[in-house]
């Protein structure tokens, strides 16, 4: 009931293409859905977020799909750059009143030129 | 300042010794937080601190001893680790109102236990 599904495990993109990364979830209580940029031996970092009531949220490269009828939410990074490489974690608040965030397992994406 | 600022960034103990993590952070957030990082898999949540009062302990073996001197601050004291226990530990901070969990990360201890 807790779990958040993320897929692919990895991921190779071109320079310049979009990068898809998708999550899934069962416990309808989740109420905030942020995802995390984490490069290797850094903490993660806030990337962007979005709330169920809104569909889709976009902040410069990057798109956050959410499908509340299905479960799921997906991260979309247009134009991908090398940059870009980094393990990124979707995660959901388990609902109001809580400071948990159940996080996927994590997807490395390789962006190569 | 978006910062959370942790201390060591690096740390290496024996079995039988006892050390402190230390976490700051001056963004007048209420919230606090301990996770557990093993490589290739998500931060494991061990303790929240909220308005300075521990609200969650997730099951954490008591070798893992946290404080929060104050509002600004958060420790981890260790004690008696095993080699299992090496793992990048990270501090959050979140404003610690429902409407608002944006939580930020600093950027970890790397603790490995010999």
């Known amino acids: 009931q807790q779990q958040v599904k993320q897929s692919p495990q990895s991921l190779i993109v071109q320079k310049g293409g979009i990068s898809i990364i998708n999550c899934a979830y069962e416990n309808t209580a989740f109420d905030y859905f942020p995802w995390y940029q984490q490069f290797p031996g850094k903490g993660p970092a806030l990337l962007i977020a979005i709330r169920p009531d809104v569909s889709e949220k976009k902040e410069g490269r990057f798109t956050i799909s959410f499908n509340k009828s299905a479960k799921q939410f997906s991260l979309h990074i247009m134009d991908s750059q090398p940059g870009d490489s980094a393990t990124y974690f979707c995660?959901?608040?388990?609902?109001?009143?809580?400071?948990?965030?159940?996080f996927g397992k994590g997807t490395k994406l390789s962006v190569i030129p | 300042d978006t910062e959370v600022t942790q201390t060591p960034k690096h740390l290496v103990m024996g079995m039988t010794n006892k050390k402190s993590l230390k976490c700051e952070q001056h963004?007048?957030?209420?919230?606090m937080y301990w996770y557990k990082q093993k490589a290739k898999k998500p931060p494991e949540l061990m303790f929240v601190?909220?308005?300075?009062?521990?609200?969650i302990n997730e099951s954490v073996p008591s070798r893992f001893s946290p404080e929060c001197p104050n509002s600004s601050l958060l420790n981890l004291h260790l004690h008696a680790l095993q080699p299992e226990d090496s793992a990048l530990y990270l501090c959050?901070?979140?404003?610690?109102?429902?409407?608002?969990?944006?939580?930020?990360f600093g950027q970890g201890t790397r603790l490995t236990v010999v």
């Open positions: 959050a901070s979140s404003r610690g109102q429902v409407q608002d969990t944006e939580a930020f």
């Open positions: 995660a959901a608040r388990s609902g109001a009143g809580s400071y948990q965030l159940t």
């Open positions: 963004m007048g957030h209420r919230a």
């Open positions: 601190y909220s308005y300075e009062k521990l609200s």
